[in-house]
């Protein structure tokens, strides 16, 4: 049976608990222990598919269809373990599973109440696959206080009595801020944190202090005395260059040997952390620099494209080259030459997204690499605009566009080469949408097949014929213009297994033009970059020494 780590929040949001999590997954993991990790979110959607990247950021997309929250992006890319649909719960799918409980008549006429049936289920949820692992971390979202956030919290308070002793501990994540005009770190926020914490039932045995500042050891004991935690279990987070420091960091803290003697596991296995060292290294003697366009409509919130951020950096590590990727809002190239913006560039993405808006000038970018023999790589709705640019410019069907912005304007304006996919393969059955359908989790969602051409660029970038790539849209090019589109020099160059989805297209005579219909950017790491990503920049380095 696993053990248990409940990692919470205290005194402000977005103190980094999913990068904590993450960077202590990937230590005990150095360690040679198994590891899961999960988070609980106290909001009442039932999963962030239908949120817009401005309220919550990206959407991380599991292999089993799952959409997540961006944190199991950093469970991913530091641990490597694939995350699961079973690793994401909102409060709004524990209600909704619990209320339709109640309507099948499975409580047997009791009254329903937050205690016990929704932190039961919460319960039930932590439970699952925990005989599979070392150890479950568990992240509760939001922070101690807040009011959506109390069933979580009485429900791991519960967990924590439930388990024999020494199975469970809890790490708070705290903040220490600086005071300038004293020149002090106050410590009172942390200690009203843990009170509240401690006012609920559960205890901390761990605090992760994030900290501008270094923490002196006068003020650690202070923290250590007045939160009832052992002086070696103050962790000290600093700011750090990259997040992928942290678990160096985090290991020069102690924090892995403090979790390790929490559970009383002694004497604690060696950590191996040559993984990480290399990391580091590659990213702090990078030998070159190249600048990528980011040309994208949510520009506005970098965690809207955290993953591409990252598997970019990932790129990077892979060539010892450091990434300035910049952010281009697409819309300016509606109303300006594309040209002056994207010529200091040597690279150029087009990444994925929703709605019509904006997608004139995604178009522009794509025709501005295809034409300047620029790298592009083009992400879900990058490649259906690259398609329709080469329709419009190059097979001659000046109304090319997408069934979706039609849709969006109530209208036929367009020749749909992008259509609303209405049915699909998916395992062993055939699943069917409409456009009318509910929004939530009707997409083509998770991991599928495609089968690569043989002598293609992707094919040498994989290195093989037949790969397995995550999906998220619910538009799909369509593959009766294939022909058309082949004779003026857009290869098809990866269909679905039926051969009736484009998954990739490729542009011939051309230093590297790649479109891909699924998401790359969500399987990448820093350990093992996506090879898309690694050669998208290579090909970048290569475009750099010829300016």
């Known amino acids: 049976m696993a053990r248990y780590v409940f990692i919470t929040g205290g005194v402000v949001s977005s ?7 993450a960077a202590l997954g990937a230590l005990l993991q150095a ?3 198994t590891v899961r990790l999960r ?3 106290p909001y009442l959607n039932v999963d962030p598919g239908t949120m817009s990247p401005f309220e919550h950021g990206e959407v991380f997309v599991t292999d089993d269809g799952a959409e997540t929250d961006l944190d199991l992006g950093h469970y991913e890319r530091f641990t490597g373990v694939h995350a699961r649909g079973t690793d994401s719960v909102s409060s709004g799918r524990i209600y909704s599973t619990v209320l ?15 205690i016990p049936h929704v932190t039961n289920e919460i319960k039930d949820f932590i439970r699952i696959g925990d005989d599979e692992v070392d150890f479950m971390l568990c992240e509760i979202g939001g922070t101690v206080g807040d009011i959506e956030g109390l069933p979580f919290f009485e429900a791991i308070r519960q967990f924590g009595q439930d388990r024999p002793r020494g199975e469970v501990i809890f790490m708070h994540l705290t903040l220490l801020p600086w ?3 004293s020149g002090e770190l106050k410590t009172k926020p942390t200690q009203h944190s843990v009170k509240e914490l401690r006012s609920i039932g559960i205890a901390p045995d761990i605090l992760v202090c994030r900290s501008e500042k270094p923490i002196p050891q006068k003020e650690r004991e202070k923290l250590a005395l007045f939160c009832n935690v052992r002086p070696d279990s103050v962790i000290a987070a600093y700011d750090l260059k990259s997040i992928y420091e942290a678990p160096m960091a985090y290991h020069q803290e102690g924090l892995d040997q403090a979790v390790l003697d929490a559970f009383g596991i002694t004497p604690a296995p060696k950590p191996n952390l040559a993984v990480w060292e290399d990391v580091v290294d590659r990213l702090h003697n990078a030998e070159g620099e190249v600048r990528v366009a980011i040309v994208g409509k949510y520009t506005e919130l970098e965690d809207a494209y955290k993953s591409i951020a990252e598997a970019l950096t990932h790129g990077g590590m892979a060539n010892r080259t450091r990434v300035r990727a910049e952010w281009i809002d697409a819309e300016i190239f509606e109303r300006e030459d594309p040209a002056p913006h994207l010529e200091p560039f040597h690279a150029i993405l087009v990444p994925g997204g929703f709605g ?22 083009g992400i879900c709705l990058g490649m259906q605009m690259a398609v329709i640019e080469a329709a419009r410019n190059l097979a001659g069907l000046k109304t090319a566009g997408s069934e979706e912005f039609d ?19 998916q395992g062993n059955h055939t699943a069917k949408r409409r456009v009318d359908d509910d929004k939530g989790g009707t997409m083509r969602l998770g991991a599928y097949t495609a089968n690569l051409s043989h002598g293609s660029k992707v094919a040498e970038v994989y290195g093989r014929e037949v790969i397995e790539e995550r999906h998220r849209h619910r538009y799909e090019v369509d593959v009766k213009y294939r022909e058309k589109l082949e004779e003026e020099g857009l290869c098809f160059s990866g269909m679905s297994p039926d051969g009736r989805l484009p998954e990739i297209v490729e542009v011939k005579d051309h230093p590297w033009f790649i479109g ?4 790359p950017e969500l399987k990448s790491k820093p350990f093992a970059p996506h090879p898309l990503f690694a050669d998208f920049v290579r090909a970048a380095v290569e475009a750099s020494r010829l300016v």
């Open 15 to 21: 103190l980094g608990k999913g990068l904590a999590s």
């Open 31 to 33: 360690r040679g222990y």
């Open 39 to 41: 988070k609980l979110d």
């Open 100 to 114: 339709e409980k109640e309507r099948r008549g499975d409580y047997l006429g009791k009254t329903i109440q937050v």
């Open 179 to 181: 005071i300038a005009a």
């Open 356 to 377: 019509e808006r904006g997608t004139e000038g995604k178009i522009k970018a794509a025709q501005f690499a295809r034409e300047r023999k620029v790298p592009y790589l």
């Open 407 to 425: 849709h969006e304007a109530g209208k036929k304006r367009f020749e749909p080469v992008v259509y609303h996919l209405k049915e699909w393969v």
């Open 516 to 519: 891909v219909q699924f998401h």
